[in-house]
């Protein structure tokens, strides 16, 4: 009995040790996307209560709220695998001091990834699935109601050559002709992230703030939209065309 003891004292160190070693590489990781706003086609700095001059039109403009909604992340394998978030929902606000958004992403599985996808808006059946929380909860202000859902961008703000002296554009709308929900996938043209579990690699995109007004459209034609229609499904077919990949750090 003298021996029985420490051989199995060495045969539990050694299973522990071994049981370590197979558990010492990661399985999941994380990444951040990095949104950076920016004014215009040369990225120009854009902050909020900052008197911008629109590169098309000349109006002059002035931001004071942008939120919008940032949903259904989807990350592409290099060979074509793709991972989806689960209870994908997040509020992009730029805040007073910066024009930058930064949105964690967790457990992700191990991997290259060669693009990315998400959705401005929220999908349809979380527009009418009663009283929710989180990102989605109706005390965030970005909800009208069961029936009109939730407004998927918010851009408010003053400029001299709007009828009244301001915007407010709340755009939303999902059902039909009416659908303002809009997908976009951004390629990493051809620098994959890497996630690896050690480290957080940053996706940097980049925000064209002016796309509201792309295509020529002027603050007479549409300074404020306070349901969906029309002038909403123009908006966010403007304003899903601001965003474009601007780099990775891995």
Not at 213 to 224: M, V
Request: glycine share 10%; charged share 20%; with cysteine.
């Amino acid at each position: 009995m003298a021996f029985i003891l420490p051989l199995t004292l060495i045969f539990l160190t050694s299973a522990c040790k071994d049981d370590d070693d197979n558990g010492s590489q990661p399985t999941h990781g994380d990444l951040s996307i990095e949104l950076d706003h920016g004014w215009g086609p040369s990225h120009a700095a854009f902050s909020l209560n900052q008197e911008l001059t629109h590169p098309a039109t000349q109006e002059k403009i002035t931001f004071t709220k942008l939120r919008y909604y940032v949903s259904n992340i989807e990350l592409t394998k290099a060979d074509g695998e793709v991972w989806k978030e689960e209870e994908s929902y997040r509020i992009a606000t730029v805040g007073q001091s910066t024009s930058g958004v930064s949105m964690e992403i967790k457990d992700i599985p191990v991997g290259e990834y060669e693009a990315i996808t998400f959705t401005i808006g929220v999908d349809a059946p979380r527009n009418t699935s009663g009283a929710q929380t989180g990102a989605l909860s109706p005390s965030e202000g970005m909800f009208w109601s069961w029936t009109t859902g939730y407004i998927f961008i918010m851009a408010e703000g003053m400029s001299p050559d709007a009828p009244n002296g301001q915007f407010m554009y709340h755009v939303g709308g999902f059902e039909g002709s009416e659908n303002a929900i809009r997908t976009t996938t951004l390629n990493f043209a051809g620098t994959n992230v890497n996630v690896n579990g050690t480290g957080k690699p940053k996706v940097k995109v980049k925000v064209n703030t002016a796309r509201f007004w792309h295509g020529g459209i002027s603050l007479n034609d549409i300074n404020a939209i306070h349901m969906p229609g029309a002038n909403a499904v123009v908006m966010a077919d403007n304003f899903i065309g601001a965003f474009s990949f601007d780099g990775i750090e891995n």
